[in-house]
């Protein structure tokens, strides 16, 4: 009986170590080999580490020990190379007109050779050019950073910058926001070049009532709190929000200085 139950455990630890030699790989497209990931959260870096990929997706990353975990179609040695996060440049500027669009465009393949695989395109004078890059990025036609854009600046009467749509009244709002929607931005940016409070508020409740979002510069009379109530989802710069933290921030306000109310915050 001893020896009948020998061998049953015998058998079992044979069949268990067969299994153990025979577990299925997990098949990856492209594995890459040796590499020292720079980890961010943890403020550090990893040597010897592989990462997998399926298609332009991040399948799995870990130590090389576990390789052969991994039934791959190619590979890449990135011995004594690191690999990163992508950066984002938030505030970018497609700019220049049409005599530009080109240099621009020479500019794009920059982005991902030096880490920055997004950028966000705070306004610009050459919007189909951009939109269209974008979607060539998105389809892999184009080497370029994915690119978040909000297409025309929206100004007043008198627009600080070439391309911006001006702004005098509701119906200009409207019909700006029509027109954004239209192509599919991905965010509203206001400028306050010539742009009255009254009409940045009357932008800011418009966006909200269409679920668009919206940021960009604020008139150095318009009240942080209050366009931050009203829906604003950003603010491009510091200087309006060191207006708010102010002490004297109502009394700025009513003395009309516009930026020359730097100084003496």
């Known amino acids: 009986m001893n020896s009948l139950f020998a061998h049953f455990l015998s058998l079992i630890l044979i069949l268990s170590i067969f299994s153990c030699n025979t577990a299925e790989q997990k098949e990856v497209d492209l594995i890459l080999l040796n590499a020292t990931v720079v980890d961010v959260h943890n403020d550090r870096a990893i040597p010897n580490q592989y990462i997998t990929l399926k298609g ?115 119906k200009d709002i409207e019909m700006a926001l029509d027109s954004l929607q239209s192509i599919n931005v991905d965010y509203v940016k206001i400028y306050d070049g010539s742009l009255s409070s009254e009409n940045f508020y009357a932008i800011i409740e418009a966006t909200e009532k269409r679920s668009m979002k919206v940021t960009g510069h604020m008139p150095m009379s318009a009240d942080f709190q209050k366009a931050i109530s009203l829906g604003m989802d950003g603010s491009e710069h510091m200087y309006y929000i060191m207006k708010a933290c102010s002490p004297k921030a109502d009394s700025l306000t009513d003395l009309g200085l516009g930026y020359g109310m730097m100084e003496t915050i």
């Open 56 to 170: 332009d997706t991040i399948f799995s990353v870990g130590s090389m020990l576990e390789k052969a975990n991994y039934d791959f179609k190619e590979s890449i040695d990135l011995a004594g190379q690191y690999i990163m996060p992508g950066l984002w440049d938030n505030h970018v500027h497609f700019r220049g007109g049409t005599d530009l669009i080109g240099e621009n465009l020479d500019l794009l393949g920059l982005f991902p050779k030096f880490g920055v695989t997004t950028v966000r395109d705070a306004g610009g004078d050459m919007t189909p050019a951009v939109m269209d890059w974008s979607k060539k990025i998105n389809q892999k036609e184009l080497l370029g950073p994915y690119i978040f854009t909000s297409g025309p600046k929206l100004d007043g009467s008198k627009p600080a910058w070439e391309g911006s749509i001006k702004i005098e009244n509701q």
